[in-house]
C-alpha cells in the first residue's frame, strides 16, 4: 500500500500563515490529493484537492510538486478556529482503489 | 437533504455478538464509503461502492466485516462475532463519482458516525 508521513503536530499564532506537508510514496497517478480537517466528534471535512501544481480556493492552497512525492496544504491568517486535525487522502498506486488517509496533524493556534 | 445519516449512533455489545450499521447518503450521491477510526488515528478505509457495486474492499480487513448497498441506495456493514478490537468510530461519507481513481476528484461528505464498543 501507498504510504503517507505528516507531522503529528504543529503550534502557531492567530494570523499567521500554516504550512503542513504531507509525504506520499506509490499513490495512483490517476488521483487526486486531498486534504481534510477534523474537529473532535466530527466527521473529516473537505479542505481542498489538487493533481498537480497549485490549486487555491477561499480557505487554502495546496503545493504539489511534479513527482506528486508530497503535497503541502497552506493556511493563510489563522485563526483559533483552524485548531483541529489535518489529514491528507491519496490512492494507492498499487491497488488503484484502496484510500490511503495519513494519520493526521494537530494543528494548534493560539491567541 | 440534511446530509449523509447513520444508525445507531452509538452501540454497545458483547464480544462475539454480531452489529450491523446503516448509512443513508446524500440522495444524488452514487459513491458510498466505510470507515473505521480509532481515537487519535486518521480514518481506515474499509470499502466503497458505486451505486450497488463493491469496487473495492480493504485487505486488511477481516472476513468478519461485510458491507452492502443492495438498490445503490442506503448501505449496511455487518461485523459477524465482534471482538474488542473492533471497537472504534465507524464513519460513512458519500460523493458524486468523478472521472479517475478512488477519490474520483470528488469531496466526500461524511455522517456523524456509529460508535462502537466491544465488551
Known amino acids: 500500500l501507498a504510504k503517507t508521513t505528516q507531522p503529528i503536530s504543529m503550534d502557531s499564532y492567530e494570523g499567521q500563515e500554516v504550512n503542513i506537508t504531507c509525504s506520499h510514496n506509490n499513490i495512483a497517478t490517476n488521483d487526486y490529493i486531498t486534504w481534510y480537517q477534523q474537529f473532535p466528534s466530527q466527521g473529516p471535512r473537505f479542505i481542498i484537492q489538487g493533481y498537480k501544481t497549485k490549486v487555491t480556493n477561499e480557505v487554502a492552497s495546496l503545493f504539489i510538486p511534479a513527482d506528486r512525492k508530497s503535497s503541502t496544504l497552506s493556511l493563510p491568517r489563522v485563526s483559533l478556529s483552524d485548531t483541529a486535525v489535518y489529514y491528507c487522502?491519496?490512492?494507492?498506486?498499487?491497488?488503484?482503489?484502496?484510500?490511503?488517509w495519513g494519520a493526521g496533524t494537530k494543528l494548534i493556534i493560539k491567541p | 437533504d440534511t446530509g449523509v445519516s447513520q444508525n445507531p449512533r452509538h452501540k454497545i455489545t458483547k464480544r462475539g455478538q454480531n452489529v450491523t450499521f446503516r448509512c443513508d447518503p446524500i440522495?444524488?450521491?452514487?459513491?458510498l464509503y466505510w470507515y473505521r477510526q480509532t481515537l487519535g488515528q486518521g480514518p481506515e478505509f474499509l470499502t466503497y461502492?458505486?451505486?450497488?457495486?463493491?469496487?473495492?474492499k480493504s485487505r486488511l480487513l477481516s472476513d468478519r466485516f461485510s458491507a452492502e448497498r443492495p438498490k445503490g441506495s442506503f448501505s449496511t456493514l455487518e461485523i459477524q462475532r465482534t471482538e474488542q478490537g473492533d471497537s472504534a468510530m465507524y464513519l460513512c461519507?458519500?460523493?458524486?463519482?468523478?472521472?479517475?481513481?478512488?477519490?474520483?476528484?470528488?469531496?466526500?461528505?461524511f455522517g456523524p458516525g456509529t460508535r462502537l464498543t466491544v465488551l
Open positions: 487522502l491519496v490512492g494507492d498506486g498499487y491497488s488503484n482503489y484502496q484510500l490511503i
Open positions: 461519507a458519500s460523493s458524486t463519482s468523478g472521472d479517475r481513481g478512488p477519490t474520483g476528484g470528488r469531496e466526500q461528505f
Open positions: 461502492f458505486q451505486n450497488e457495486a463493491q469496487l473495492e
Open positions: 440522495s444524488e450521491h452514487n459513491r
